[in-house]
């Protein structure tokens, strides 16, 4: 099935460095969603973008919608411990009333205390 | 306020048999999609049901079906099961047009 290029696919840093992860696509996205998953959990969703360009903060995460739709990236400042985890990104595409969510390859994040 | 919950946690079963996991959407959410996630892999759109119908089907079989229940609960069901089966499945639930939810997830193992 079709996923999403994501990068870098795995990375280690320090308690405090900051992140940053993107996402390339072929196709165009209504929507790119960024989301967070633990281990034995599911996906939970931390940054939703609607437009191309926006620019988009929840606490110390920031993501943009890159302007050709095609694209996003996310950033995390000032890491902690419990950033830990797998970081999706998500293209929505909303056709014939219904959306469909094709997600990206992952970025496996370790912070190292 | 209730989440997207999934039912059974883990499940083995042995190839050849047949499969059916369940999943209750978040409160408000009328549409519920399933998902497959291979170890290492990213989620693998399986289908979505709205108005108890399939709206819409990913790359999978016909061995994947599913059911949706007038209180917009789910089945999935999987049948002839294959080593390759072997995921986490997830349930996710939404209204028609808005963001989706994940459940946590059923860790299916096919020997």
């Known amino acids: 099935g079709q996923q999403l290029n994501q990068s870098p696919q795995s990375m280690f840093i320090q308690e405090g460095e900051d992140v940053s992860m993107n996402c390339t696509s072929s196709s165009i996205f209504n929507t790119w969603l960024w989301y967070k998953q633990d281990p034995g959990e599911g996906p939970v969703l931390l940054i939703a973008?609607?437009?191309?360009?926006e620019l988009t903060s929840n606490g110390r995460l920031t993501a943009q919608f890159g302007i050709t739709r095609k694209d996003s990236f996310l950033n995390i400042s000032a890491s902690i411990p419990s950033d830990v985890g797998i970081y999706f990104c998500a293209g929505q595409l909303t056709s014939g009333g219904y959306q469909k969510v094709t997600f990206g390859t992952g970025t496996k994040l370790q912070v190292i205390p | 306020d209730a989440g997207v919950t999934q039912s059974p946690t883990h499940l083995i079963k042995t190839r050849g048999q047949q499969v059916t996991l369940r999943c209750s959407p978040k409160s408000g959410h009328d549409t519920v999609s399933w998902y497959q996630q291979a170890l290492g892999q990213g989620p693998q759109f399986i289908f979505q049901y709205y108005e108890e119908e399939e709206r819409q089907r990913g790359n999978f079989p016909d061995r994947f079906s599913g059911h949706q229940f007038p209180n917009y609960s789910s089945e999935l069901n999987v049948n002839a099961l294959l080593l390759g089966d072997s995921a986490l499945y997830l349930c996710a639930s939404s209204s028609i047009k808005g963001l989706i939810h994940f459940g946590p997830g059923t860790r299916l193992t096919v020997l």
């Open positions: 973008l609607y437009k191309a360009g």
